[in-house]
Protein backbone atom coordinates (compact mmCIF):
# COMPACT_ATOMS: atom_id res chain seq x y z
CA UNK A 1 0.00 0.00 0.00
CA UNK A 2 1.61 3.87 -1.18
CA UNK A 3 0.89 5.54 1.38
CA UNK A 4 -0.56 9.26 0.63
CA UNK A 5 1.31 11.88 2.99
CA UNK A 6 4.27 11.54 4.89
CA UNK A 7 6.86 13.56 6.39
CA UNK A 8 10.43 13.62 6.07
CA UNK A 9 13.00 13.81 9.28
CA UNK A 10 14.04 17.68 8.84
CA UNK A 11 16.22 19.24 11.03
CA UNK A 12 16.18 21.33 14.09
CA UNK A 13 17.12 24.48 13.76
CA UNK A 14 16.65 27.49 15.92
CA UNK A 15 15.00 31.02 14.47
CA UNK A 16 13.36 33.89 15.82
CA UNK A 17 9.74 34.15 16.63
CA UNK A 18 9.19 36.06 13.96
CA UNK A 19 10.35 33.59 11.54
CA UNK A 20 8.01 30.82 10.07
CA UNK A 21 10.63 28.74 8.43
CA UNK A 22 9.82 25.55 9.92
CA UNK A 23 11.58 22.21 10.83
CA UNK A 24 8.29 19.77 10.52
CA UNK A 25 5.89 19.74 7.87
CA UNK A 26 2.46 21.61 9.26
CA UNK A 27 3.88 23.92 11.33
CA UNK A 28 2.53 27.25 9.20
CA UNK A 29 1.17 30.14 10.49
CA UNK A 30 0.48 32.03 7.91
CA UNK A 31 -1.15 31.73 4.50
CA UNK A 32 -3.01 34.01 1.85
CA UNK A 33 -7.02 34.09 2.29
CA UNK A 34 -7.35 36.27 -0.87
CA UNK A 35 -8.69 35.65 -3.80
CA UNK A 36 -7.19 33.98 -7.11
CA UNK A 37 -6.03 36.21 -10.14
CA UNK A 38 -8.53 37.63 -11.70
CA UNK A 39 -7.61 36.22 -14.77
CA UNK A 40 -8.95 33.06 -13.78
CA UNK A 41 -11.94 32.06 -14.93
CA UNK A 42 -14.79 33.54 -13.24
CA UNK A 43 -16.27 30.04 -12.76
CA UNK A 44 -13.18 29.06 -10.80
CA UNK A 45 -12.87 33.00 -9.35
CA UNK A 46 -12.79 33.27 -5.52
CA UNK A 47 -14.00 35.33 -3.39
CA UNK A 48 -12.01 37.71 -0.27
CA UNK A 49 -12.98 35.41 2.51
CA UNK A 50 -15.06 37.17 5.04
CA UNK A 51 -16.03 34.29 7.40
CA UNK A 52 -15.28 30.62 7.06
CA UNK A 53 -19.11 29.59 4.74
CA UNK A 54 -18.11 32.12 2.40
CA UNK A 55 -15.02 30.19 1.23
CA UNK A 56 -16.23 26.99 1.22
CA UNK A 57 -19.26 28.14 -0.64
CA UNK A 58 -17.57 30.03 -3.39
CA UNK A 59 -15.42 26.10 -3.48
CA UNK A 60 -16.54 23.79 -6.57
CA UNK A 61 -15.90 21.09 -4.37
CA UNK A 62 -18.38 17.90 -2.41
CA UNK A 63 -19.16 19.13 1.11
CA UNK A 64 -19.24 15.49 3.15
CA UNK A 65 -20.97 14.99 6.54
CA UNK A 66 -18.58 13.79 9.18
CA UNK A 67 -20.34 10.68 9.66
CA UNK A 68 -19.98 9.89 5.68
CA UNK A 69 -15.84 10.24 5.64
CA UNK A 70 -16.03 8.35 9.09
CA UNK A 71 -18.09 5.48 7.25
CA UNK A 72 -15.66 5.79 3.91
CA UNK A 73 -12.77 5.34 6.33
CA UNK A 74 -14.05 2.30 8.73
CA UNK A 75 -14.16 4.70 11.43
CA UNK A 76 -10.51 6.55 10.80
CA UNK A 77 -9.39 3.22 12.42
CA UNK A 78 -5.27 2.88 12.71
CA UNK A 79 -4.75 0.62 10.13
CA UNK A 80 -6.47 2.80 7.75
CA UNK A 81 -3.76 5.68 8.41
CA UNK A 82 -1.39 5.82 5.29
CA UNK A 83 0.34 8.86 6.58
CA UNK A 84 0.91 11.88 9.84
CA UNK A 85 1.63 15.52 10.23
CA UNK A 86 1.50 18.52 12.31
CA UNK A 87 -1.66 18.86 9.94
CA UNK A 88 -2.83 15.87 11.66
CA UNK A 89 -3.53 12.55 10.55
CA UNK A 90 -4.41 10.87 6.47
CA UNK A 91 -6.70 7.96 5.85
CA UNK A 92 -7.37 5.87 3.44
CA UNK A 93 -11.20 5.54 1.77
CA UNK A 94 -13.93 4.73 -0.52
CA UNK A 95 -16.52 6.45 -2.27
CA UNK A 96 -19.01 5.98 -4.87
CA UNK A 97 -17.18 7.59 -8.12
CA UNK A 98 -20.77 8.99 -9.38
CA UNK A 99 -22.30 9.82 -6.19
CA UNK A 100 -18.97 10.01 -3.89
CA UNK A 101 -21.22 8.65 -1.01
CA UNK A 102 -19.56 6.01 1.37
CA UNK A 103 -18.77 2.48 -0.15
CA UNK A 104 -17.13 -0.75 1.00
CA UNK A 105 -13.60 -0.77 1.96
CA UNK A 106 -11.93 -2.24 -1.88
CA UNK A 107 -14.79 -0.98 -3.60
CA UNK A 108 -15.41 2.40 -5.84
CA UNK A 109 -13.40 5.09 -5.55
CA UNK A 110 -9.70 5.03 -3.29
CA UNK A 111 -9.71 8.61 -1.53
CA UNK A 112 -6.66 10.42 0.64
CA UNK A 113 -8.81 12.36 4.14
CA UNK A 114 -6.51 14.47 5.89
CA UNK A 115 -8.46 15.25 9.26
CA UNK A 116 -7.23 18.24 10.76
CA UNK A 117 -5.90 17.76 14.49
CA UNK A 118 -8.43 19.38 17.25
CA UNK A 119 -6.01 19.79 19.74
CA UNK A 120 -3.43 22.17 17.32
CA UNK A 121 -4.04 25.54 16.91
CA UNK A 122 -2.10 25.68 13.72
CA UNK A 123 -3.82 24.53 10.41
CA UNK A 124 -7.19 25.81 10.72
CA UNK A 125 -5.83 28.87 7.69
CA UNK A 126 -3.28 26.24 6.21
CA UNK A 127 -7.07 24.33 5.61
CA UNK A 128 -8.97 27.36 4.51
CA UNK A 129 -6.23 28.19 2.07
CA UNK A 130 -5.51 24.69 0.51
CA UNK A 131 -9.49 25.32 -0.64
CA UNK A 132 -9.06 28.57 -1.49
CA UNK A 133 -6.14 26.93 -4.30
CA UNK A 134 -6.53 23.92 -4.85
CA UNK A 135 -10.49 23.61 -4.62
CA UNK A 136 -10.40 25.54 -7.65
CA UNK A 137 -7.60 24.44 -9.75
CA UNK A 138 -7.44 21.60 -11.66
CA UNK A 139 -4.06 20.04 -13.97
CA UNK A 140 -2.52 16.50 -14.04
CA UNK A 141 0.48 17.69 -12.14
CA UNK A 142 -1.35 19.12 -9.27
CA UNK A 143 -2.82 16.72 -6.77
CA UNK A 144 -7.47 16.84 -6.86
CA UNK A 145 -8.98 17.83 -4.06
CA UNK A 146 -12.79 15.96 -4.00
CA UNK A 147 -13.89 17.78 -0.83
CA UNK A 148 -14.52 18.89 2.77
CA UNK A 149 -15.99 18.44 5.84
CA UNK A 150 -16.47 21.16 8.73
CA UNK A 151 -18.86 20.14 11.44
CA UNK A 152 -18.22 21.41 15.05
CA UNK A 153 -14.57 21.29 15.52
CA UNK A 154 -13.97 18.71 12.79
CA UNK A 155 -12.14 19.83 9.51
CA UNK A 156 -11.19 17.05 7.10
CA UNK A 157 -10.00 17.27 3.38
CA UNK A 158 -10.69 14.82 1.00
CA UNK A 159 -8.17 14.15 -1.96
CA UNK A 160 -8.21 11.43 -4.91
CA UNK A 161 -5.30 8.96 -3.73
CA UNK A 162 -2.34 8.98 -4.87
CA UNK A 163 -1.00 5.22 -4.96
CA UNK A 164 2.80 5.43 -4.89
CA UNK A 165 3.08 7.84 -1.96
CA UNK A 166 5.65 10.82 -1.97
CA UNK A 167 8.63 11.35 -3.74
CA UNK A 168 10.52 11.81 -0.47
CA UNK A 169 9.93 8.24 0.48
CA UNK A 170 11.06 6.82 -2.65
CA UNK A 171 14.54 8.81 -2.30
CA UNK A 172 15.15 8.59 0.90
CA UNK A 173 13.01 5.85 2.88
CA UNK A 174 15.24 2.37 2.78
CA UNK A 175 13.62 -0.71 2.97
CA UNK A 176 12.24 -3.73 0.65
CA UNK A 177 9.11 -1.81 -0.62
CA UNK A 178 10.80 1.51 -1.64
CA UNK A 179 12.91 0.29 -4.28
CA UNK A 180 15.77 2.64 -5.99
CA UNK A 181 13.98 5.15 -8.16
CA UNK A 182 15.55 4.89 -11.50
CA UNK A 183 17.29 7.72 -13.74
CA UNK A 184 14.62 8.07 -16.20
CA UNK A 185 11.75 8.04 -13.42
CA UNK A 186 13.45 10.86 -11.71
CA UNK A 187 13.78 13.02 -14.80
CA UNK A 188 10.02 12.20 -15.46
CA UNK A 189 9.04 13.53 -12.01
CA UNK A 190 11.53 16.60 -12.45
CA UNK A 191 9.37 17.40 -15.33
CA UNK A 192 6.09 16.90 -14.16
CA UNK A 193 6.39 18.93 -10.90
CA UNK A 194 8.07 21.42 -13.44
CA UNK A 195 5.12 21.14 -15.21
CA UNK A 196 2.93 21.65 -11.97
CA UNK A 197 4.91 25.04 -11.26
CA UNK A 198 4.57 25.77 -15.09
CA UNK A 199 0.65 26.30 -14.62
CA UNK A 200 1.02 27.87 -11.15
CA UNK A 201 3.02 30.70 -12.44
CA UNK A 202 1.33 31.30 -15.25
CA UNK A 203 -0.40 34.66 -16.06
CA UNK A 204 -3.62 33.11 -15.69
CA UNK A 205 -2.66 31.62 -12.14
CA UNK A 206 -0.25 33.51 -11.22
CA UNK A 207 0.21 31.57 -7.59
CA UNK A 208 3.81 31.27 -5.66
CA UNK A 209 3.60 27.84 -4.12
CA UNK A 210 6.40 28.60 -1.60
CA UNK A 211 6.48 24.97 -0.77
CA UNK A 212 8.56 22.96 -3.40
CA UNK A 213 9.72 19.66 -1.25
CA UNK A 214 10.16 16.63 -1.95
CA UNK A 215 7.48 15.13 0.43
CA UNK A 216 4.88 17.57 -1.61
CA UNK A 217 5.21 15.61 -4.36
CA UNK A 218 3.40 12.61 -4.86
CA UNK A 219 3.82 9.95 -7.60
CA UNK A 220 0.55 7.71 -9.01
CA UNK A 221 0.96 4.24 -9.99
CA UNK A 222 2.39 5.08 -13.27
CA UNK A 223 5.36 7.10 -11.54
CA UNK A 224 2.90 10.65 -12.68
CA UNK A 225 4.10 13.77 -10.13
CA UNK A 226 1.83 15.50 -8.49
CA UNK A 227 2.27 18.34 -6.63
CA UNK A 228 0.43 18.89 -3.26
CA UNK A 229 -0.35 20.89 0.06
CA UNK A 230 -1.18 24.31 -0.93
CA UNK A 231 -1.15 25.66 2.64
CA UNK A 232 1.51 28.68 2.11
CA UNK A 233 0.39 28.86 -1.29
CA UNK A 234 0.28 32.60 -1.89
CA UNK A 235 -1.26 35.23 -5.04
CA UNK A 236 1.67 37.01 -7.16
CA UNK A 237 2.10 40.62 -7.08
CA UNK A 238 0.12 42.88 -8.18
CA UNK A 239 0.48 45.48 -10.29
CA UNK A 240 4.16 46.92 -11.18
CA UNK A 241 5.41 45.40 -7.80
CA UNK A 242 8.23 42.87 -8.07
CA UNK A 243 7.44 40.77 -4.83
CA UNK A 244 5.02 39.91 -2.10
CA UNK A 245 6.01 40.71 1.34
CA UNK A 246 5.37 38.16 3.25
CA UNK A 247 6.54 36.41 6.63
CA UNK A 248 9.07 34.12 6.06
CA UNK A 249 7.13 30.48 6.28
CA UNK A 250 8.32 27.05 4.27
CA UNK A 251 10.84 24.65 5.29
CA UNK A 252 14.78 24.85 6.30
CA UNK A 253 16.55 23.53 3.19
CA UNK A 254 14.52 24.79 0.82
CA UNK A 255 13.69 28.21 1.02
CA UNK A 256 15.62 30.57 -1.32
CA UNK A 257 18.33 32.61 0.61
CA UNK A 258 16.42 36.02 -0.31
CA UNK A 259 13.40 35.07 1.16
CA UNK A 260 14.73 34.30 4.17
CA UNK A 261 16.77 37.60 4.51
CA UNK A 262 13.81 39.73 3.29
CA UNK A 263 10.88 37.96 3.49
CA UNK A 264 10.34 39.55 -0.47
CA UNK A 265 8.61 36.41 -1.83
CA UNK A 266 8.65 35.96 -6.16
CA UNK A 267 8.62 32.97 -8.23
CA UNK A 268 12.08 32.84 -8.61
CA UNK A 269 12.16 32.16 -5.15
CA UNK A 270 10.17 28.80 -6.14
CA UNK A 271 12.88 27.85 -8.66
CA UNK A 272 15.05 27.69 -5.82
CA UNK A 273 13.52 24.62 -4.31
CA UNK A 274 13.18 23.47 -7.08
CA UNK A 275 16.87 23.33 -7.45
CA UNK A 276 17.19 21.76 -4.34
CA UNK A 277 14.98 19.11 -4.85
CA UNK A 278 16.87 18.45 -8.60
CA UNK A 279 19.52 17.99 -6.67
CA UNK A 280 17.70 15.40 -4.20
CA UNK A 281 17.00 13.87 -7.30
CA UNK A 282 20.69 13.65 -8.52
CA UNK A 283 22.30 12.91 -5.20
CA UNK A 284 19.74 10.64 -2.99
CA UNK A 285 20.46 12.71 -0.40
CA UNK A 286 18.22 14.95 2.09
CA UNK A 287 18.16 18.83 1.61
CA UNK A 288 19.85 18.84 4.99
CA UNK A 289 20.93 16.06 7.16
CA UNK A 290 23.30 16.10 9.95
CA UNK A 291 24.00 12.35 10.24
CA UNK A 292 26.16 13.31 7.04
CA UNK A 293 30.14 14.27 8.12
CA UNK A 294 31.25 17.73 8.83
CA UNK A 295 30.96 19.75 5.48
CA UNK A 296 27.68 18.06 4.05
CA UNK A 297 25.16 18.39 6.41
CA UNK A 298 23.48 21.08 3.98
CA UNK A 299 22.98 19.78 0.23
CA UNK A 300 23.09 22.57 -1.59
CA UNK A 301 26.56 24.16 0.03
CA UNK A 302 28.38 20.37 -0.45
CA UNK A 303 27.18 20.15 -3.81
CA UNK A 304 27.42 23.46 -5.65
CA UNK A 305 31.51 23.60 -5.73
CA UNK A 306 31.20 20.20 -7.16
CA UNK A 307 28.93 20.60 -10.00
CA UNK A 308 30.39 23.46 -11.31
CA UNK A 309 33.03 21.41 -11.99
CA UNK A 310 32.54 18.44 -14.59
CA UNK A 311 35.19 15.75 -13.62
CA UNK A 312 33.25 16.16 -9.65
CA UNK A 313 29.72 16.18 -10.97
CA UNK A 314 29.90 11.81 -10.52
CA UNK A 315 30.83 12.79 -6.78
CA UNK A 316 27.36 14.49 -6.21
CA UNK A 317 25.22 11.36 -8.16
CA UNK A 318 23.59 9.06 -6.34
CA UNK A 319 25.85 5.69 -6.56
CA UNK A 320 22.40 3.28 -6.85
CA UNK A 321 21.91 4.61 -10.28
CA UNK A 322 25.37 4.69 -11.63
CA UNK A 323 25.16 3.18 -15.01
CA UNK A 324 21.85 4.95 -16.05
CA UNK A 325 22.81 8.06 -17.66
CA UNK A 326 25.30 9.50 -19.74
CA UNK A 327 27.71 12.31 -18.45
CA UNK A 328 26.61 14.35 -21.24
CA UNK A 329 22.93 14.10 -19.09
CA UNK A 330 24.75 14.98 -15.59
CA UNK A 331 26.32 17.79 -17.26
CA UNK A 332 22.89 19.59 -18.59
CA UNK A 333 20.83 18.43 -15.27
CA UNK A 334 23.91 19.46 -12.88
CA UNK A 335 24.16 22.81 -14.86
CA UNK A 336 20.34 23.29 -14.63
CA UNK A 337 21.01 22.87 -10.99
CA UNK A 338 23.31 25.10 -10.24
CA UNK A 339 21.03 28.34 -12.04
CA UNK A 340 18.00 27.58 -10.06
CA UNK A 341 20.07 27.53 -7.09
CA UNK A 342 22.07 31.07 -7.70
CA UNK A 343 22.27 33.21 -5.22
CA UNK A 344 20.98 35.95 -7.63
CA UNK A 345 17.20 35.15 -8.09
CA UNK A 346 17.62 37.08 -11.79
CA UNK A 347 20.49 34.63 -12.87
CA UNK A 348 17.60 32.03 -12.16
CA UNK A 349 16.15 30.58 -15.20
CA UNK A 350 11.98 31.04 -15.25
CA UNK A 351 10.00 28.22 -14.69
CA UNK A 352 9.00 27.50 -18.97
CA UNK A 353 12.70 27.64 -19.05
CA UNK A 354 13.22 25.08 -17.16
CA UNK A 355 10.49 22.37 -18.44
CA UNK A 356 12.35 23.32 -21.95
CA UNK A 357 14.97 22.25 -20.99
CA UNK A 358 13.86 18.89 -19.43
CA UNK A 359 11.41 18.43 -21.92
CA UNK A 360 15.09 18.44 -24.56
CA UNK A 361 16.25 16.37 -22.31
CA UNK A 362 13.84 13.88 -22.38
CA UNK A 363 13.15 14.03 -26.00
CA UNK A 364 16.96 13.98 -27.16
CA UNK A 365 17.17 10.56 -25.17
CA UNK A 366 14.30 8.74 -26.87
CA UNK A 367 15.52 9.91 -30.29
CA UNK A 368 18.77 8.59 -29.13
CA UNK A 369 17.51 5.24 -27.56
CA UNK A 370 15.60 4.44 -30.17
CA UNK A 371 18.13 5.05 -32.99
CA UNK A 372 21.24 4.69 -31.60
CA UNK A 373 22.55 7.92 -33.30
CA UNK A 374 24.91 10.28 -31.99
CA UNK A 375 22.78 13.18 -30.88
CA UNK A 376 23.42 16.45 -33.08
CA UNK A 377 25.51 19.40 -31.47
CA UNK A 378 23.16 21.27 -33.09
CA UNK A 379 19.86 20.45 -31.00
CA UNK A 380 21.17 21.31 -27.59
CA UNK A 381 19.07 23.94 -26.13
CA UNK A 382 20.53 27.57 -25.86
CA UNK A 383 21.80 29.24 -22.56
CA UNK A 384 18.81 29.80 -20.01
CA UNK A 385 17.91 33.35 -19.34
CA UNK A 386 16.74 34.51 -16.30
Known amino acids: MGCFFSVPSKIKAESPPRNGLNSKDGSKEENDLSCLSSKVSSSAMLLTPQ ?29 SMVGEGGFGCVFKGWIDEHTLAPTKPGT ?14 QGHIEWLTEINYLGQLS ?25 KGSLDNHLFRRGSYFQPLSWNIRMK ?6 KGLAFLHSDEVDVIYR ?58 SDIYSFGVVLLELMSGKRALDDN ?50 STEQ ?21 TSSSSNATPNPSLSPSPLRS
Open 108 to 121: GMVIAVKRLNQESN
Open 189 to 194: VALDAA
Open 292 to 341: RPSGEHSLVEWAKPLLTNKHKISQVMDARIEGQYSKREAKRIAHLAIQCL
Open 139 to 163: HPNLVKLIGYSLEDDHRILVYEFVA
Open 346 to 366: KLRPNINEVVRLLEHLHDSKD
Open 51 to 79: SEDEILQASNLKNFTFNELRTATRNFRPD
Open 211 to 268: DFKTSNILLDSNYNAKLSDFGLAKNGPEGDKSHVSTRVMGTYGYAAPEYIATGHLTKK
